[in-house]
């Protein structure tokens, strides 16, 4: 156990909704990144947040927004959803910015239909 | 830009016996972390062993040793006395602090290593 939370593990839904997902860092953690893994383009870094601020952008999607809150957990919201957004979400925790080991979260699996 | 390597996209090995994984990268910046992890069939994503880039000594996690030449830029993953619940994906990953150059600093993977032990 990685001391990541992700929630939900699953979520199916269908083409055009929009879904949040939760993530929650290891106690102490002030930087989250999501990822998104997929069968066609492996895994990818979208966006990273340090103590509630924009820290990073890679290859995150106009259509997909995050934000970290006060108490640190982070939320990545994606809307008008399309069957190529089915992926595996990860979320990551690390101390700091450098170059801290990131830990992984269970990660979300979406389904869309 | 960056990018990973990993040129063998499945392996099987005889349990007990040792395993490397090969990780090859191409990156201008000084600075940059490499790390793997491990994919069990169950999904998550599990830190293995990490290496700085100035770091003069291979990294070592218990089974786990990374072969670091950064002159030829590989980090190569060496599991030794391999044991059938090492069977999973791989992947080699790195990070640059992303000051020097306006890259993210999230970290780049390859495409990973589905490793099999066989009994």
């Known amino acids: 156990d990685s001391g990541v939370t992700q929630t939900p593990k699953h979520l199916i839904t269908a083409t055009g909704q929009r879904v949040t997902l939760r993530c929650s860092p290891r106690?102490?953690?002030?930087?989250v990144y999501w990822y998104q893994q997929s069968l066609d383009q492996g895994l990818q870094f979208l966006i990273h947040?340090?103590?509630?601020?924009?820290?990073a952008k890679g290859n995150i999607l106009e259509r997909f927004s995050a934000q970290q809150f006060p108490d640190l957990h982070s939320e990545l919201n994606l809307s008008s959803l399309e069957l190529g957004d089915s992926a595996l979400y990860f979320c990551?925790?690390?101390?700091?910015?450098?170059?801290?080991?990131?830990?992984f979260g269970p990660g979300t699996r979406l389904t869309v239909l | 830009a960056q990018k990973i390597t990993q040129t063998q996209p499945g392996m099987f090995v005889q349990e007990k016996e040792a395993v490397t994984l090969d990780c090859t990268y191409d990156?201008?910046?000084?600075?940059?972390?490499l790390f793997w992890y491990k994919q069990p069939s169950s999904g998550e994503m599990i830190f293995l062993i990490y290496?700085?880039?100035?770091?003069?000594q291979n990294a070592t996690e218990g089974r786990y040793s990374l072969n670091f030449q950064k002159a030829r830029k590989s980090a190569n993953l060496v599991i030794s006395a391999s044991q059938l619940g090492d069977s999973a994906m791989y992947f080699c990953?790195?990070?640059?602090?992303?000051?020097?150059?306006?890259?993210?600093?999230?970290?780049?993977f390859g495409k990973g290593t589905h490793l099999i032990i066989q009994p």
């Open positions: 947040y340090y103590n509630g601020e924009e820290r």
């Open positions: 290496q700085g880039s100035y770091d003069q």
């Open positions: 990551a925790s690390s101390l700091d910015t450098s170059t801290d080991t990131q830990y």
């Open positions: 990156t201008s910046d000084p600075s940059y972390g």
């Open positions: 106690s102490g953690d002030l930087s």
């Open positions: 990953a790195m990070r640059d602090p992303g000051y020097s150059g306006g890259g993210a600093d999230g970290l780049t």
